[in-house]
């Protein structure tokens, strides 16, 4: 079976790529779809993120095992059908260290193999890809507000009277490793 998978920039502007690839095939190569879909640098840290129906951001499957022992799981591991286990599955991809790139990837639906083709393949294209990674966009960020009169007031007032002998005296809460 084929997924046909719509993957959209995290932009203001509407950049998305509809990108189909093989069932049996894995992150990875829904990976090297997206990269090659929107023009993107080679050898970039890049990790899919398992998302819930408001893109909540989930467990990390990153493109290199990051793991201490080793054992981590990574792109190569998670076949589509794992990733992707129903119409309307969502995952996150971000790509990128410096100049973060981030998508939100929708399964949209499920079809036979067209014989001959190679897949991944990108099927359709709309929007202009920046030359840039786009900041953040807002729109699917709730707006968080902070109200400033919760936090202890007078932890802030005598700042500018604080001496080194204040400072001797609460050293014990700085922590060195920090």
Known sequence: MIYKI??????????FRDI???????LWNLHNGIRSAFSLQEDELSSFYFSDDEWTEGRGVPLEDMSDEGDGEVMSDIYMSEAFPEKGSKM?????????WEFYCELLDIQKE????NYP????????????????STQNIP???????DFESERFDDFENFSEDD?????NYIDDDE
Not at 20 to 26: A, H, R, S
Not at 92 to 100: C, E, H, I
Not at 143 to 149: E, V
Request: net charge positive; no cysteine; hydrophobic share 35%.
């Open 121 to 136: 393949i990108t099927v359709f294209r709309y929007g202009k890809v920046p030359l840039k990674a786009p900041k953040k």
């Open 6 to 15: 719509r993957v959209i920039l995290d932009s203001k502007d509407n950049v």
């Open 20 to 26: 189909e690839i093989k069932e049996k095939q894995t």
């Open 167 to 171: 400072f001797e005296e609460h050293s």
């Open 143 to 149: 707006h968080i507000p902070l109200d400033f009169d």
């Open 114 to 117: 067209k014989p001959s083709v």
């Open 92 to 100: 996150l991809f971000k790509y990128g260290f410096l100049d973060l």
